[in-house]
T-cell receptor, first 112, second 111 residues
Framework: NAGVTQTPKFRVLKTGQSMTLLCAQDMNHEYMYWYRQDPGMGLRLIHYSVGEGTTAKGEVPDGYNVSRLKKQNFLLGLESAAPSQTSVYFC???????????FGQGTRLTVV | GESVGLHLPTLSVQEGDNSIINCAYSNSASDYFIWYKQESGKGPQFIIDIRSNMDKRQGQRVTVLLNKTVKHLSLQIAATQPGDSAVYFCAENSGGFKTIFGAGTRLFVKA
């Protein structure tokens, strides 16, 4: 049972480039989340989804877009990467809101 | 505003001792609290949770205490082991999908 899988694990982008981070979960969870983790700031919610075909903004959504075309996948897109988006990105899923979340291993993104 | 904070950013304990990690929260509407453990290079992993209708919950070697009067949460780890070395996050949820994470406390276990 893989749980939550993120790809890629590492990536270096040049300013202005675009990329998509993929998150896949095999637990049939309804809810999925994208967080970013910066030193000394804990995890901050970027976007989330409460079910297939739905997305919503979190605390820090600017510069990111998401899609949830299939229940098991949640994609995070950066249209024009900026150095401020250098961070570690975590995807998570949960069976419902207001309960524990299961996290992926993270994607370390560096924008130069 | 809403915030979740930690009293100590770093905690160092001797192997075999008990560890206590503290957390303060400011949103009195929060009704669900979670502790996560994050090892280096990995994602956060659920340890234990507690809802606001309880003031104590025990797991295997871990206990979470909730004091709603002073908006304080603590994680107690009994007989701390080297494998407990990690960053510990408290998180609060006031219903819905918005979970707020604290900045984390790094626990060092000395052999």
């Amino acid at each position: 049972n893989a749980g939550v899988t993120q790809t890629p694990k590492f990536r270096v982008l040049k300013t202005g480039q675009s990329m998509t981070l993929l998150c896949a979960q095999d637990m049939n969870h309804e809810y999925m989340y994208w967080y970013r983790q910066d030193p000394g700031m804990g995890l901050r919610l970027i976007h989330y989804s409460v079910g297939e075909g739905t997305t919503a903004k979190g605390e820090v959504p600017d510069g990111y877009n998401v899609s949830r075309l299939k229940k098991q996948n949640f994609l995070l897109g950066l249209e024009s990467a900026a150095p401020s988006q250098t961070s570690v990105y975590f995807c998570a899923s949960s069976p419902r809101g207001n309960t524990e979340a299961f996290f992926g291993q993270g994607t370390r993104l560096t924008v130069v | 505003g809403e915030s979740v904070g930690l009293h100590l950013p770093t905690l160092s304990v001797q192997e075999g001792d008990n560890s206590i990690i503290n957390c303060a929260y400011s949103n009195s509407a929060s009704d669900y609290f979670i502790w996560y453990k994050q090892e280096s290079g990995k994602g956060p992993q659920f340890i234990i949770d507690i809802r606001s209708n309880m003031d104590k919950r025990q797991g295997q070697r871990v206990t979470v205490l909730l004091n709603k009067t002073v908006k304080h949460l603590s994680l107690q780890i009994a007989a701390t082991q080297p494998g407990d070395s990690a960053v510990y996050f408290c998180a609060e949820n006031s219903g819905g999908f918005k979970t707020i994470f604290g900045a984390g406390t790094r626990l060092f276990v000395k052999a």
